[in-house]
C-alpha cells in the first residue's frame, strides 16, 4: 500500500484542474442556497472564479511540472495528459469562460436557476475536462455519461419554454440510445482484448493475440456512441432540434466544449486502433464514410434553414465532419499520426473561437435574435459591432483566409492530401463551398437587407462590459493563431 | 546587440498605427507627435546598428529567430530577421528618412481632417518596409513587400474626394500585381527546387553546388531571376511596368519623398542585391537588367525635362534614377546601386519635400508656369533645394556624383560603351531638369495668381528642418562612399562594409567573366572630368539659359525648333495611350468573352448545382421530422452501415 500513495497523490495533483472544478460546481450549489435572493448575481462571478483557477492549476501549476514528462499517466493509466489533451484542456476552459461571460443577462431574462445553471455548467466543463484525458474504457463510459447527464439538465433547464423541455427529453431519449451501443461497443473490445486500459489494449493489438471480428464491431459501435456526441452523420439528427430548443449559452457548450472533449477522446481511440494493423482493413472505411456524410449533410442540410441556430447545428455537423478525416488519413498511415493530431488541435482551436462568436452573438442579442436570420436585417446599423463580430466568425467558418478558418481548414486537407486521400480533400472542399451561401446570407442579410416590417426588427440592444470584453477577445483569437500558429503549443 | 531591440525596430511604427487607427480620435495631434517619437527610436536604433557595424563594435550577421508560423507540409515557415551589412544601411537610411518624413507631416498634414489616419497608415508603411528588409525568407519579405503596397495604395488615393487619386492608387495596385506575380513564380520555383524559403538557406544551397536545376539548367535559372526581376519592375517602376509612378503623386507629398521616392520603390535594388548570387549565375539575366534600366533612365529621364507639374519632374526623375540602381546591379556593381539608392533618399527626399513646401505655400498650385521668384519669400526651402537639385545633378562633390560616377564607370570598365553613352546622356538630362526646376520655381518673377502670392510664405519649422538635414545629406551623404578613384578606395567605406555581403556574387562573375574589367585611373579621371563637364555645360548651364534666361519666349522657340521630340518628351513618349489601347483594351476583349462565357456557362452550371443543393437540402429537412423514432431509426441505419462496411471490407 505505500508504495501506492505516491503515485495517487502524483494523480491528484495532476488532475488539480478536474478536481479545482468539483469543488467550484458543488460550491456554487452551496452558495446558491446560503445566498440570499438579492445578490445571487454574485454565483456568476463565484463561477468565473472557478473557472480561472482550474485554468492556473492547468498552465501554471500542472503545466510547468508536467509538460516535461508529457504524456502524464494518472491513477494507473487511467487518465492520460500528452500535448493533445492539454490544449483541448484549454481550449475547453476557454469556451466555459465565454459561456459563463455572456450567460448573466441571458439567464436574468429567461429566469433560468442561478445555482442549478451555473452549478451544472461547471461540472459540464469538469466533465468534458476529464473526457478529454480518458484513457480507459470505463472512464470514457463514465465521463461520457457524466457529461451527458449535465447537458441534459443544461438543455431542459429553461422550464418555462416548452422547446427547451422538448429538446432535452429528445437529447435524453436518443443519447441514452447511442450510449446503449457505446456500452455494447466497450464491452466487444473488452470482449475481444481482455483489458479496457488503452495502453494494455494496444499490447494486445501489437501481439496480435485479439479476436479481429469481435474487436472491429466493438470499434465500429464504440464509433457510434461518439458519434452521437460529435453529431457525426449519420448520427447528428438530434442536434438540429437540440440546438434550437436549448438555452444558446448551453447550445454553444454543447457545440463546443462536448466537441472538443470528444473530439480527443476519440483521437485517442482510433490512435490505439491505429496500433492495429487489421483495423486498417474496415475501419477507415467506416470511418470514411461517415466524415463523408457529416460533411455533405451538414453543408446541404443547412442551405435552407430560415433559423439561425438550426443553421449553425448543421453547420456544427459539417464541421465535425472536417475535423475527423485527419483521423481517417491516420487509421491507414500510422506515420502521419503526429501530423493528424496537429491538424485535429489547431482545428479544435479554430472551431471554437469561431463557432463561439456564432452562438455568442445570437445568445447577447436575446429573445429576438435566437430565431429567424430574416430578422438580422439591417443590423449593421443598430449594432454595428455585434455585427461585425458576427460577419467575422461567418467568414472564419467559411474558411476564408486571412481567419482562423481557413488555416486550420488548410491543415486538416493537408493532412488527407498528405496520406493520398486526395478524393477525401476534394469533397470536402466542395461540401465546404456549399457552405459559402448559408454563411454568407448572414452577412448579407445583416449588411445589405432592411427590415421587411417595422416588428420584424431586432430592438438595438446596449452592449454590457463583460459581453463586449467576451466577443472581443474572440474575436483577437480569429486573428491571432493566424499568426502565432505555433504558439498554441504553449512551448510542448 | 540584444535581439529585443532589433524587434523593436519595426515594432515602434507598428505602435504608431495602432495608436493613431484605433484612437486618433482621442489622440488628435498627440497621436502625430506619438509616431514621430517612435520613428525616432526606431532610427536612433537603425542609427547605432550602422554606424556599430561601420565602425566596428558591432559584428554581422545578426539572426533574430521569432516564432513558428505554420506548417507547410515537409516545411515549417518561421518568422525570422536576419540583420547583415546590407540590412543595417536600409535600416539606417529608411528609418531616418522617415523620422524626417514623420516630423515633416506634423506641419504639413496640420488641420487635414484625416490627420491621423494619415500617420496610422505611414507607421503600417513604416512597419511594412521594415519587415521587408528584415525579413529572413522569402515569405516574411513577401509579406512586408505586399505591405509597402499596400500602404502605398492607401496613401495615393489618400485624398478620395480628389480627381484621379483613387484612380491612381487602383492603378499602382493592379500594376504591381503583375510584379508580384513573377515574384510568386520564383518563390514557388525555389521552393520546388530548393525546397526551402529561407534566403541564406537557399543561397548557401545553390553556392554548395547541391541544387541540381541551378547546376545544369541556364534555362532554369535565368527564368527565375527574370521573374524576381519582373516583381523588381513593378515595385521599383522600372520599363514596361513604371507606369504607375507618376500617377502616384496624387498621393500627399511627404507620402511621394517617403515612399515613391525614398524608401518602397528602392525594395527591389534591395531584393535584386539581396539574392545577388542568384542573379550572378544568369548573365542573361543580367544583360537584361543592365538593358531595361538603361533605357528606363534614358525614357523617363527625357520625359522629365519638358513636365510643368512639379511633381511629375520629380517622380519621372526618380524613375531615372532608379534605372541608375538596376544598371549597376546589371554590371555586377551591386555596392554602387544600393550606395546610389542611399544617396537618392537624401537628395530625391529634399527635393520632394521642397516640393512640398512649395505646394504647402502656393495653396496646392503645382505648375511650374505659375511659380516663379519664390527664393525671395520662402530662402530656406529655396536654398535647400538648391542643395537637392546639387546632389541630383551630380556635381561634384556631392551626394549624387560619388554614387552616380561609380556607376557610370563600372558600366564602362564592365565594357558596355553603348549602355555608358546611354547613362552619360541621362546625366546631361538629370542636370538640366533638375536645374529647370529649381530655375522655374525658385528664381525670375513671380508668376503666381495675386491672390494666392499675398499668401505666400516661409513653411514653419517642422518641415524647414527636415528640409535642411536632408539638403546637408544630399551635399554631404557622399563621404561614405568616396569614389574608389580617389585614394585607392581607402575612404570607400560603403563598398568594404557592403563587400562580405556581395562577395559571393562578385566570385561568379569574375569567374565567369568573359574580358577583365577595364582599371585605368587615368580613363576613369578622364570620364568623370567628361561626365561633370557635361552635367555642368549641357545639364546646368541650358537650364539656366532656357528656364532663367530665355525664359518664356527662348524656351517656346526651342520647343517649336525641336517639334516632334518635344512632343514625344511632353506626352511621355504615349506610354499611356500605348497601354490603354493595346493592354487594357485586350483586357476588356477578355473581360467581354469572359462576362459572356460566366453568363451562360459558369451560370447555367452554378444554378443546376444550386437547384440540386437546393433540393437535398429541402430532402433532409424532410426527413428531419421532429420524431424521436425517425431519429433513432437514423442512428440504426448507421449502426448497420459502419458494423456492415467493416465486416464487408474483411
Known amino acids: ?492 | 546587440m540584444s535581439s529585443i531591440w532589433i524587434i523593436l525596430i519595426p515594432l515602434l511604427p507598428l505602435l504608431a498605427f495602432v495608436a493613431n487607427g484605433l484612437f486618433g480620435r482621442a489622440l488628435q495631434r498627440t497621436g502625430g507627435w506619438l509616431a514621430v517619437g517612435c520613428m525616432g527610436g526606431s532610427a536612433l536604433i537603425g542609427a547605432v546598428i550602422f554606424f556599430g557595424g561601420l565602425f566596428g563594435g558591432i559584428t554581422f550577421p545578426i539572426q533574430v529567430d521569432l516564432w513558428q508560423w505554420m506548417p507547410l507540409g515537409d516545411v515549417t515557415i518561421r518568422i525570422g530577421f536576419y540583420v547583415d551589412q546590407l540590412t543595417a544601411l536600409m535600416l539606417f537610411f529608411v528609418t531616418f528618412v522617415s523620422t524626417l518624413v514623420f516630423l515633416y507631416s506634423m506641419g504639413y498634414m496640420a488641420g487635414d481632417p484625416g490627420f491621423n489616419r494619415f500617420f496610422a497608415y505611414l507607421g503600417l508603411f513604416d512597419f511594412s518596409m521594415l519587415v521587408l528588409v528584415l525579413g529572413d525568407s522569402l515569405p516574411v519579405l513577401f509579406v512586408g513587400w505586399e505591405g509597402v503596397g499596400l500602404c502605398s495604395y492607401l496613401l495615393i488615393g489618400y485624398y478620395l474626394a480628389m480627381p484621379g487619386a483613387p484612380d491612381a492608387g487602383k492603378k499602382a495596385f493592379i500594376v504591381n500585381r503583375i510584379g508580384d506575380f513573377g515574384f510568386l513564380v520564383a518563390m514557388f520555383m525555389l521552393f520546388a527546387s530548393v525546397g526551402t524559403l529561407n534566403i541564406q538557406e537557399i543561397l548557401a544551397a545553390v553556392a554548395s553546388g547541391a541544387v541540381p536545376e541551378f547546376q545544369y539548367s541556364a534555362a532554369f535559372v535565368t527564368f527565375l531571376t527574370l521573374m524576381l526581376f519582373l516583381g523588381c519592375t513593378g515595385k521599383s517602376a522600372q520599363i514596361p511596368l513604371f507606369v504607375w509612378l507618376p500617377d502616384a503623386m496624387a498621393g500627399p507629398t511627404p507620402v511621394s519623398a517617403l515612399i515613391h521616392a525614398a524608401t518602397m520603390v528602392t525594395a527591389g535594388v534591395y531584393l535584386v542585391v539581396r539574392l545577388s548570387a542568384l542573379f550572378a549565375l544568369a548573365p542573361a539575366t543580367m544583360l537584361t537588367i543592365a538593358i531595361v534600366a538603361a533605357a528606363t533612365a534614358f525614357v523617363a529621364g527625357s520625359i522629365a525635362l519638358t513636365q510643368k507639374d512639379i511633381k511629375k519632374v520629380l517622380a519621372y526623375s526618380t524613375v531615372s534614377q532608379l534605372g541608375y540602381m538596376f544598371l549597376a546591379c546589371g554590371v555586377g556593381a551591386f555596392t554602387a546601386g544600393i550606395f546610389h539608392v542611399f544617396t537618392h533618399a537624401f537628395f530625391k527626399g529634399c527635393l520632394f519635400l521642397g516640393a512640398g513646401s512649395v505646394i504647402h505655400a502656393c495653396h496646392h498650385i503645382q505648375d511650374m508656369d505659375q511659380m516663379g521668384g519664390l527664393r525671395r519669400k520662402m530662402p530656406a526651402t529655396a536654398r535647400t533645394f538648391l542643395f537637392g537639385s546639387l546632389g541630383l545633378a551630380g556635381i561634384v562633390p556631392f551626394a549624387g556624383f560619388m554614387s552616380k560616377d561609380e556607376i557610370l564607370w563600372r558600366v564602362f570598365s564592365d565594357g558596355k560603351f553603348i549602355l555608358y553613352a546611354i547613362a552619360l546622356v541621362t546625366a546631361a538630362f538629370t542636370a538640366y531638369y533638375a536645374f529647370r526646376a529649381y530655375f522655374l520655381t525658385f528664381e525670375g518673377q513671380s508668376r503666381l495668381p495675386h491672390d494666392v502670392e499675398h499668401h505666400v510664405h516661409e513653411s514653419p519649422w517642422t518641415m524647414t528642418l527636415p528640409l535642411w538635414i536632408l539638403g546637408i545629406g544630399a551635399l554631404a551623404a557622399g563621404v561614405f562612399n568616396i569614389l574608389p578613384a580617389f585614394g585607392h578606395g581607402h575612404y570607400s567605406a560603403i563598398n568594404h562594409f557592403l563587400a562580405p555581403v556581395v562577395a559571393p556574387a562578385e566570385a561568379i562573375l569574375a569567374a565567369h567573366a568573359s574580358h577583365e574589367p577595364i582599371h585605368s585611373f587615368a580613363l576613369e579621371i578622364l570620364l568623370m572630368i567628361v561626365s561633370t563637364v557635361v552635367a555642368l555645360v549641357c545639364g546646368v548651364g541650358l537650364a539656366w539659359l532656357f528656364a532663367y534666361k530665355l525664359w518664356p519666349a527662348g524656351a517656346s522657340r526651342m520647343a517649336r525648333r525641336l517639334g516632334p521630340l518635344y512632343r514625344i518628351s511632353y506626352h511621355r513618349w504615349w506610354w499611356d495611350e500605348f497601354y490603354n489601347v493595346f493592354v487594357a483594351g485586350g483586357l476588356k476583349l477578355l473581360a467581354l468573352i469572359s462576362t459572356l462565357f460566366d453568363r451562360f456557362v459558369i451560370d447555367g452550371v452554378l444554378h443546376t448545382v444550386a437547384g440540386a443543393a437546393r433540393s437535398g437540402s429541402r430532402l433532409i429537412r424532410f426527413f428531419q421530422n421532429g420524431q424521436v423514432q425517425a431519429y433513432a431509426l437514423a442512428i440504426l441505419v448507421g449502426v448497420n452501415l459502419v458494423v456492415w462496411l467493416v465486416l464487408w471490407y474483411q
Open chain 1, 1 to 492: 500500500m505505500n508504495d501506492l500513495y505516491p503515485q495517487i497523490s502524483a494523480s491528484l495533483f495532476q488532475t488539480l484542474p478536474i478536481l479545482v472544478l468539483i469543488v467550484a460546481g458543488i460550491g456554487v450549489l452551496v452558495a446558491d442556497v446560503l445566498l440570499p435572493r438579492a445578490s445571487r448575481w454574485l454565483l456568476s462571478w463565484l463561477s468565473l472564479l472557478g473557472v480561472a483557477l482550474a485554468f492556473i492549476a492547468l498552465d501554471f501549476v500542472v503545466g510547468p511540472a508536467g509538460r516535461e514528462a508529457l504524456p502524464l499517466h494518472s491513477y494507473f493509466g487511467v487518465l492520460r495528459s500528452n500535448y493533445l489533451v492539454f490544449l483541448a484542456q484549454n481550449v475547453i476552459l476557454a469556451a466555459g469562460a465565454f459561456v459563463i461571460l455572456i450567460s448573466p443577462r441571458y439567464v436574468g431574462e429567461r429566469r433560468i436557476p442561478l445555482g442549478e445553471y451555473y452549478g451544472l455548467l461547471l461540472l459540464a466543463v469538469m466533465a468534458m475536462l476529464a473526457l478529454a484525458a480518458s484513457t480507459e474504457l470505463l472512464t470514457v463510459f463514465l465521463n461520457l455519461e457524466l457529461l451527458s447527464i449535465t447537458l441534459y439538465v443544461l438543455t431542459g433547464i429553461e422550464n418555462r419554454n416548452l422547446r427547451s423541455g422538448e429538446a432535452a427529453f429528445k437529447y435524453f431519449l436518443l443519447g441514452s440510445f447511442a450510449a446503449a451501443f457505446l456500452l455494447l461497443g466497450i464491452a466487444f473490445v473488452f470482449g475481444a482484448t481482455g483489458e479496457t486500459r488503452y495502453d494494455a489494449i494496444r499490447q494486445v493489438l501489437v501481439d496480435g493475440t485479439a479476436q479481429p471480428r469481435l474487436l472491429a464491431i466493438g470499434f465500429c459501435l464504440m464509433l457510434v456512441g461518439f458519434g452521437f456526441k460529435l453529431s457525426l452523420a449519420p448520427f447528428h439528427m438530434y442536434a438540429p432540434d437540440v440546438y434550437e430548443g436549448a438555452p444558446t449559452t448551453t447550445a454553444s457548450l454543447i457545440a463546443t466544449g462536448t466537441k472538443v472533449a470528444g473530439f480527443a477522446a476519440l483521437f485517442h481511440l482510433i490512435e490505439l486502433a491505429a496500433a492495429w494493423s487489421d483495423a486498417a482493413g474496415g475501419l477507415w472505411l467506416a470511418l470514411y464514410a461517415v466524415a463523408l456524410a457529416s460533411m455533405i449533410v451538414g453543408n446541404v442540410g443547412a442551405v435552407v434553414q430560415p433559423n439561425i441556430k438550426r443553421m449553425l447545428a448543421y453547420s456544427s455537423i459539417a464541421h465535425s465532419g472536417y475535423t475527423i478525416v485527419p483521423m481517417v488519413v491516420m487509421l491507414q498511415r500510422p506515420d502521419l499520426i503526429a501530423d493528424a493530431r496537429d491538424a485535429v488541435a489547431y482545428y479544435m482551436l479554430a472551431y471554437t473561437v469561431m463557432t463561439l462568436l456564432a452562438f455568442g452573438v445570437p445568445a447577447v442579442l436575446g429573445p429576438a435574435g435566437e430565431s429567424r436570420i430574416a430578422q438580422y436585417a439591417g443590423l449593421h446599423r443598430r449594432s454595428p459591432m455585434l455585427a461585425f463580430v458576427m460577419a467575422l466568425a461567418m467568414v472564419s467558418l467559411m474558411g476564408i483566409p486571412p481567419t482562423i478558418g481557413f488555416f486550420g481548414k488548410f491543415q486538416l486537407f493537408a493532412v488527407a492530401v498528405q496520406g493520398d486521400h486526395i478524393w477525401l480533400a476534394v469533397l470536402g472542399v466542395l461540401a465546404s463551398v456549399a457552405s459559402v451561401y448559408y454563411y454568407l446570407r448572414v452577412i448579407v442579410t445583416m449588411y445589405m437587407e432592411e427590415p421587411a416590417t417595422a416588428g420584424e426588427e431586432l430592438e438595438s440592444r446596449r452592449l454590457d462590459g463583460v459581453n463586449a470584453f467576451a466577443l472581443t477577445a474572440c474575436s483577437v483569437c480569429v486573428f491571432l493563431f493566424v499568426v502565432f500558429q505555433s504558439l498554441y503549443l504553449f512551448g510542448v
